[in-house]
């Protein structure tokens, strides 16, 4: 391409910054839509993410620790153990977003992240692997977040690959170590930047600078786990949870800082005052902040073809908020919001856009399902 990714990330975001002025006032409600929600699969373990096979099967992970396959009618196909090195599940970590590379028609080649270590001192990894004849193989870890830290929560775990084939892995704070998100020597609270094989790409925007996580994509954040990238605008955007509300939508730019635990527009969960900022100068403001908390798990950008007046749009899946939120999306701001599926009262851990142009979901919990939003 004549623009590198980062470079033409660093443009986009500095248009939609110019055009949105305010992404908290209140917004309208959009019209409604029919639809209908259908059951596809049920007794999931804590799923956590979802991908589309080629043969039109679903490939699914639970927390616990187990890869699933799917037939196309919900049935189970395949579950194994992901024997992931050195893995952790406890609390918020185990095994977590599954990503099939762009060559998977080819290669068979998929990335999973996971939490790895002990309670004492653990991270988030990301391990590369081949899925051939439904059997994990040739798994291999290409990076592991530094450093290793107690605990069991704000891992992140999300993942993207961009159109040059690098990949974008989002990270967490760590929890009880909020203000590394703002030191550029290591990888909480960022998103970082990696070659398919746990490279540092020679245009990242810290690469080669002294004392800076050559890794890092951008940094300023709490929990990031949502990231989707738009091929038809070049834009990448991500949410992440915020404390006691100032849950975040945000447009993400290389070497760009959004601002945590600086700026936010939550508070402590004891009510205690975070920071006495909501914005702080040389810090991304977000496009569009959630208070009271949503808990944004999951993100998708409608592209099908079964909901036209859905095109462009995002959808937010929520854990708090039990509901999948649509945000429709004007001149690069947030310009409405609608609530979905708040009736079923369910924690909603993951949301895609299928091959089919259904939207898929999964349910959080130790019985949790695969779910398809269709037209009506």
Not at 112 to 134: F, H, P, R, V
Request: hydrophobic content about 45%; overall charge negative.
């Amino acid at each position: 391409m004549n623009m590198s990714i980062v470079k033409k990330l660093k443009a986009l975001h500095q248009l939609a910054l110019s055009l949105t002025c305010s992404a908290l006032l209140s917004l309208p409600l959009v019209a409604e839509t029919a639809w209908r929600i259908d059951t596809v699969a049920s007794d999931l373990d804590f799923a956590w993410s979802l991908a589309f096979m080629p043969d039109g099967r679903f490939l699914v992970t639970e927390r616990t620790g187990q890869l699933v396959i799917l037939n196309a009618d919900g049935s189970e196909a395949k579950r194994q153990a992901a024997a992931l090195p050195d893995m952790f599940v406890a609390a918020q970590g185990g095994l977590l977003d599954v990503l099939l590379a762009a060559d998977f028609d080819s290669s068979g080649r998929l990335f999973l992240s996971y939490s790895c270590g002990n309670l004492n001192a653990n991270s988030t990894c990301l391990a590369s692997a081949q899925l051939i004849n439904d059997e994990l193989t040739a798994i291999r870890p290409i990076f592991r977040a530094q450093p290793e830290r107690r605990g069991a929560a704000h891992y992140g775990g999300r993942m993207v690959q961009l159109p040059d084939e690098t990949l974008v892995l989002t990270l967490g704070d760590g929890f009880d170590y909020r203000e590394q998100a703002q030191n550029k020597a290591n990888h909480l609270g960022k998103t970082v930047r990696l070659t398919v094989d746990g490279a540092v790409p020679a245009d990242n925007p810290f690469v080669n600078q002294a004392g800076i996580a050559g890794e890092i994509f951008t940094l300023g954040h709490r929990n990031v786990q949502g990231i989707v990238y738009d091929p038809q605008t070049g834009q990448l955007f991500s949410h992440e949870h915020g404390p006691k509300g100032g849950d975040e939508l945000n447009l993400l730019s290389a070497g760009q800082n959004y601002g945590w635990p600086v700026a936010t527009y939550g508070v402590d969960y004891t009510g205690a005052r975070v920071s006495p900022y909501q914005r702080f100068v040389g810090m991304q403001d977000p496009l569009y902040v959630w208070t009271p908390s949503i808990a944004p798990a999951g993100m998708t950008l409608y592209q099908g073809a079964l909901f036209p007046e859905w095109q462009g749009n995002i959808f937010v899946s929520a854990l708090a908020g039990k509901a999948l939120h649509r945000l429709q999306l004007t001149a690069g701001k947030v310009t409405a919001e609608q609530v979905l599926l708040a009736d079923l009262a369910t924690r909603l851990r993951d949301v895609r856009t299928g091959p089919d142009g259904a939207i898929y979901l999964l349910t959080d919990g130790a019985k949790g399902q695969l779910l398809r939003l269709l037209p009506n």
